[in-house]
């Protein structure tokens, strides 16, 4: 949620500096500066005790391999990052471009998205427990590729605004869900199962950016958009295929 909180702050600052195409450099500027400032507290982090284990990986690798909600919990991640990321770095530039909304007001459209997920990761515990991890996930998954959906077709920049505030709160229980999952699933060798699910999420990431980019460079940025669609519908088979396999699990 605070990662959530900061993500909604930062696309009103880069608008508030952002008055003209002579000013893109300023936000860039701000973000050095933030940077900056948060490399200061580095140091700090030093004489914080490592807690933790010494054992190594490999003596778990063999465990974590050969469960299939581990791999599938891999692809979830992979494909959660690679939409969340493709839209937060594209969205601006969809509106922009395909929707004709001016540029100032264009960049605030990512925190609005971030305001979904800070509302839904905020509100997530509340439904979680009562729902259960799975069919939580289905369910808010399936918010956000209906918003997204409905963020395509509509063409009032309010309206839009709305619908990507849904999709955002449908993307915000994904990743600690399905982190949740692996912990509760996974007896030993978490760490290294935990290592593995975020080396997929910046791969999904890294793939997300890449191909919306060039799909919008190729055939129009709704292309790169629909890419991202594609990528929430295929999150909604890997989670059925998750809850397929503890029900087998169970039954078994």
Same mark, same amino acid.
């Given at each position: 949620?605070?990662?959530?909180?900061?993500?909604?702050?930062?696309?009103?600052?880069?608008?508030?500096?952002?008055?003209?195409?002579?000013? %893109?450099?300023?936000?860039?500027?701000?973000?050095?500066?933030?940077?900056? &400032?948060?490399?200061? &507290?580095?140091?700090?982090? +030093?004489?914080?005790? &490592?807690?933790?284990?010494?054992?190594?990986?490999?003596?778990?690798?063999?465990?974590?391999?050969?469960?299939?909600?581990? %791999?599938?919990?891999?692809?979830?991640? #992979?494909?959660?990052?690679?939409?969340?990321?493709?839209?937060?770095? %594209?969205?601006?530039?969809?509106?922009?471009?395909?929707?004709?909304?001016?540029?100032?007001?264009?960049?605030?459209?990512?925190?609005?998205? %971030?305001?979904?997920?800070?509302?839904?990761? #905020?509100?997530?515990?509340? +439904?979680?427990?009562?729902?259960?991890?799975?069919?939580?996930?289905?369910?808010?998954?399936?918010?956000?590729?209906?918003?997204?959906?409905?963020?395509?077709?509509?063409?009032?920049?309010?309206?839009?605004?709305?619908?990507?505030?849904?999709?955002?709160?449908?993307?915000?229980?994904?990743?600690?869900?399905?982190?949740?999952?692996?912990?509760?699933?996974?007896?030993?060798?978490?760490? +290294?199962?935990?290592?593995?699910?975020?080396?997929?999420?910046?791969?999904?990431?890294?793939?997300?950016?890449?191909?919306?980019? &060039? #799909?919008?460079?190729? +055939?129009?940025?709704?292309?790169?958009?629909?890419?991202?669609?594609?990528?929430?519908? #295929?999150?909604?088979?890997?989670?059925?295929?998750?809850?397929?396999?503890?029900?087998?699990?169970?039954?078994?």
């Amino acid at each position: 949620s605070l990662f959530a909180l900061g993500s909604i702050i930062s696309p009103l600052i880069v608008a508030a500096f952002l008055v003209d195409y002579n000013s %893109w450099w300023k936000p860039f500027f701000v973000a050095l500066f933030g940077g900056a &400032f948060l490399v200061a &507290f580095a140091p700090l982090l +030093f004489r914080i005790p &490592f807690v933790g284990s010494n054992q190594k990986a490999t003596h778990f690798k063999k465990e974590v391999f050969s469960k299939k909600v581990f %791999w599938l919990i891999l692809a979830g991640v #992979l494909l959660y990052v690679g939409y969340e990321i493709g839209f937060t770095s %594209w969205l601006s530039s969809f509106v922009f471009e395909t929707k004709g909304i001016e540029m100032r007001y264009a960049s605030v459209f990512p925190a609005l998205l %971030w305001t979904g997920i800070f509302i839904g990761r #905020l509100l997530a515990g509340f +439904f979680v427990d009562r729902l259960g991890y799975e069919l939580s996930l289905l369910f808010m998954v399936s918010i956000a590729f209906v918003s997204f959906g409905a963020a395509l077709l509509l063409s009032s920049p309010v309206t839009i605004g709305i619908a990507v505030v849904f999709a955002g709160f449908g993307f915000s229980g994904t990743f600690p869900t399905l982190q949740a999952i692996l912990i509760s699933t996974m007896k030993d060798g978490i760490g +290294f199962a935990i290592g593995m699910f975020t080396v997929a999420a910046s791969i999904g990431g890294a793939i997300s950016n890449f191909f919306v980019g &060039f #799909l919008g460079h190729q +055939f129009g940025m709704m292309a790169g958009v629909l890419f991202i669609m594609f990528l929430i519908f #295929l999150e909604i088979v890997v989670v059925l295929l998750i809850i397929r396999l503890k029900a087998v699990v169970k039954d078994a």
